[in-house]
């Protein structure tokens, strides 16, 4: 059985910032939440670590590329 992480006010905000935009910088991010630099990375960190951030992802726009549909990108 998983084990849940506490998540406070900060941490939803991180996570919020990162589902928008997962390039963000620490400096940036802090910037978006109003943390320090060295909290929302330790913050980030702590949220990896936990398995509640599992990755960072790269969206694509098939057409731009000259493909009909996602598919043809694999």
Do not use: F
Not at 2 to 20: H, N, P, R, S, Y
Not at 41 to 50: G, H, M, T, V
Request: aromatic share 2%; charged share 25%; net charge positive.
């Amino acid at each position: 059985m998983q084990q849940t992480v506490a998540l406070d006010a900060q941490d939803l905000a991180i996570l919020a910032a990162l589902q928008e935009n997962g390039a963000l910088t620490n400096a940036e991010l802090a910037e978006k939440v109003r943390l320090s630099a060295s909290q929302a990375s330790r913050r980030r960190s702590r949220l990896e670590e936990a398995g509640v951030l599992r990755g960072y992802r790269a969206e694509v726009e098939a057409a731009r590329m000259g493909l009909r549909s996602p598919s043809h990108v694999r």
